[in-house]
């Protein structure tokens, strides 16, 4: 199999043709917001390469591809090949757009991901269509992952994501980081959400380790699942948590989450910081809802990531709690390996 069709609409823009910038993101496995701000520092120094309609962006595509325009100006030899052009956009403006130049400022890192990428443009149901090809991603096995470039950096959306690499690293963006208050002397150390989440599942599943150690005559107690895949750089969550509900005043229902594991294997120290949680269960339902809430918190709607889902039963008196996060790695000078779950927030 050569290529796989991705069915992405592509639009003549006056004679042009051009894609939405989510649609390159998304060919690069880049970040839309991250690209955005390119698009818009390149604008600043007089290079266009594309343009903002209602409430999209959207990118020209040059007459020579650009993994072409990249490998020959890596050649001196070879003429730039044809990145110049002019159209007049819906709202009645003339942009002319030149690769060439947007080329030389784009960073490393976006133009090794240019190089690479092979896309053709199809008519396909009288409907202009993009045909993707296939690249080598470096993996983290010893022969390289060979994967289509729809292949999705896992199945949640991360959106502060910049670029990433099997096995290597990830790029985010500080200034999208939150921020946790853990308290003075609490059980926890993160100051970013997502890092807070992981540190009380890490600690949440160790308890009920050491639990179920301690009373082997009792039932188990596996009531959360935390799996870190250094293949796809994902921490998965997957817990039940049991709630007991209440009715307070105004007829307002609270859930509260039970202690099912019992002191002193649950205890969880909240060091006056921003859970009230005073054991490891509560403290779970409590951060995974903070979580959620923020992620619900991000504006505009569409860039609104997923990557934590919260939901009640009444009937079965449980909160089930997915989450799916990014992770970066670091090794000490001893050799120990160190797990950090990024704010993708």
Not at 113 to 121: A, P, V
Not at 238 to 257: C, D, F, H, K, R
Request: glycine share 6%; net charge neutral.
């Amino acid at each position: 199999m050569n290529n796989v069709l991705e069915f992405d609409s592509v639009f003549m823009i006056n004679g042009r043709l051009a894609i939405k910038l989510q649609t390159l993101a998304k060919l690069l496995k880049y970040s839309d917001v991250y690209l955005l701000q390119l698009v818009k520092s390149l604008a600043k120094k007089g290079i266009k390469i594309g343009f903002k309609w209602k409430r999209n962006w959207y990118i020209f595509l040059p007459k020579t591809p650009i993994n072409k325009l990249i490998q020959n100006k890596n050649n001196v030899n070879i003429n730039g090949g044809d990145s110049r052009g002019s159209a007049t956009t819906p709202s009645g403006n003339i942009i002319n757009d030149d690769w060439n130049n947007a080329i030389d400022e784009l960073p490393s890192g976006i133009t090794d991901t240019l190089q690479k990428t092979n896309f053709s443009i199809s008519t396909i149901n009288n409907q202009l269509v993009i045909s993707t090809g296939f690249i080598n991603l470096l993996s983290s096995t010893v022969d390289p992952k060979k994967v289509s470039l729809q292949f999705p950096l896992s199945q949640a959306s991360f959106k502060s994501t910049t670029d990433y690499k099997y096995g290597y690293y990830i790029y985010y963006r500080e200034d999208r980081m939150s921020t946790f208050d853990p308290g003075d002397a609490g059980t926890l150390k993160s100051t970013q959400l997502p890092a807070a989440l992981f540190e009380i599942c890490r600690a949440l599943d160790a308890a009920e380790n050491t639990r179920n150690g301690a009373n082997p005559g009792l039932t188990p107690r596996r009531n959360i699942s935390t799996t870190v895949s250094f293949d796809t750089g994902t921490i998965a969550v997957a817990a039940t948590i049991p709630v007991t509900p209440s009715i307070g005043a105004g007829g307002l229902i609270q859930l509260t989450a039970s202690d099912y594991l019992g002191a002193p294997y649950s205890n969880f120290t909240n060091g006056g910081g921003d859970l009230a949680s005073d054991t490891l269960p509560e403290a779970l339902l409590e951060m995974a809802n903070l979580l959620a809430a923020a992620e619900k918190a991000v504006t505009p709607a569409e860039n609104q990531p997923n990557n934590v889902q919260v939901q009640f039963d009444l009937e079965t008196g449980s909160a089930t709690i997915s989450a799916n996060m990014p992770f970066t790695t670091a090794a000490a000078t001893n050799g120990d390996v160190t797990v950090h779950a990024i704010d993708y927030l």
